[in-house]
């Protein structure tokens, strides 16, 4: 894997004055890059700026190709943090194909993840540029995970992924999102993407401590897709715990309140993937706090493995595909995350999956 320093230190933040967009420009700041401000609203683009005196203002809208192209240029790459990705995705991806800049987004949804794979592969393949979404909390974290649990297995029966949240407050971002995304997620059976079963799916899972024993309810997202495109699994399924289920489904849940100077609130996550090869499992989990503000460190890291050089293939990709997973999480400790990775463990568990009632 080549590695080349890269000088050009500018990204574009797209949605900059979002939730999830203010906690990368300040890792991009951080980690000593140039974040260009950017996003449809000059007056929350100067609320911003006032932040950062030194950086430069570019606003653009989605329905302004031309704007897109000026507010990318120049820049080596471009961070998509305004939802929903079904209406941002593709015009940000097509300003990044005309600039030549590499294009990463925060997107969970399934349907833009997948559409991104079947509309850009060739297009970003030809021009030599990197697309790469769904770089975030819900998708690229347990992408890199399973990717890193599976190891040394050419292949496996399934992947299940368990998510433990103490709360969920969600952003407006996350709400509208939601209304816009109307339609049955998708899960993989048998390699196959197929609808999840109404009702969906729910079981127990044994999670560590705080957590412990949770019922938990199928909650795929865009990790479905993106480990599906790359590990070769029979079966990909994704769970959730209760409690923050009914904090989302809740008008009344406020949006993420800060616990420290950093901004971030004061939820925590614990991310558990169970890979099993006939009566073998392996084992991996993370933990840490805010799954918002988690999404910053993870895809400005991959904006700087990109920068440098430390890919191994270029087109529509997921972060496993073209980073060494292990060594990916390892880069997150343990200032953002703490890792427990087990393998080569006999099968002790029954799934004991049940449906609702």
Known sequence: MAKKTNTNKAITVFGVYGHTGKFVVAELVKRGYTPILSGRSIDKLNAIGSHYPNLEIRPASIDDPNSLDDALAGALAVINCAG???????????????QHVHYLDVAAEQQCVLATY???????????????PAMAFYGGLADLLATAVMGDWAAADSVDIGIALDSWMPTAGTRLTGQRN???????????????SEPPLSREWQFSKPFGVQDVVQFPLAEIITISKHLDVNEI????????MKDLHSSDTPPPQPADDSGRSSQIFLMEVVVRSGDKVRRGQVSGRDIYAITAPLIVEAAIRIANGMIKKTGVVCA?????AADFLKSMCPEHLLIDIKTNQLEKESLQTRYNA
């Open 118 to 132: 079947e509309k850009f592969t060739k297009q970003a393949l030809d021009s030599g540029i990197l697309i790469m």
């Open 182 to 196: 109307p339609g049955r997620r998708l899960v993989f059976s048998n390699k196959t993407l197929v609808h999840v």
């Open 320 to 324: 496993a595909e073209v980073f060494d």
């Open 237 to 244: 399924n994704t769970y959730i715990n209760l409690a923050p």
């Open 84 to 98: 929903p990705f079904l209406d941002t995705a593709t015009p940000l991806i097509e300003a990044a194909l005309r």
